[in-house]
Nanobody, 120 residues
Framework: QVQLVESGGGLVQAGGSLRLSCAAS????????MGWFRQAPGNEREFLAS????????YVTESVKGRFTISRDNAKNTAYLQMNSLKPEDTAVYYC?????????????WGQGTQVTVSS
């Protein structure tokens, strides 16, 4: 079992930045690929970014590429999502996820989510 807790969300003005953190506890964090998703009201959950167990391989979806960066620190059991140049349309609940394969394929564990609100 892995428990994931997101933090770092909040209210920010358009053009601002936020760094989300996802702290993991339970089983060995470093064996899991990690990912970030978001869900805005009335929308389906949207995949944003993934990172492999070592941190050597990352993928960011085209819609946020160049603005969002995923990273991890296995010594701290934490994954991060750096979000720059935020837009009002980035407003959503952001979730981190863990997978023994790839979060683009399947998710084994979800965090509870953290709200990000971008004002215009």
């Amino acid at each position: 079992q892995v428990q994931l807790v997101e933090s770092g969300g909040g209210l920010v003005q358009a053009g601002g930045s936020l760094r989300l953190s996802c702290a993991a506890s339970g089983r060995t964090f470093s064996v899991y690929a990690m990912g970030w998703f978001r869900q805005a009201p009335g929308n389906e959950r949207e995949f944003l970014a993934s990172i492999d167990w070592s941190g050597a391989s990352t993928y960011v979806t085209e819609s946020v590429k160049g603005r969002f960066t995923i990273s991890r620190d296995n010594a701290k059991n934490t994954a991060y999502l750096q979000m720059n140049s935020l837009k009002p349309e980035d407003t959503a609940v952001y979730y981190c996820a863990a997978s023994l394969t790839s979060t683009r394929e399947s998710v084994d564990y979800w965090g509870q989510g953290t709200q990000v609100t971008v004002s215009s």
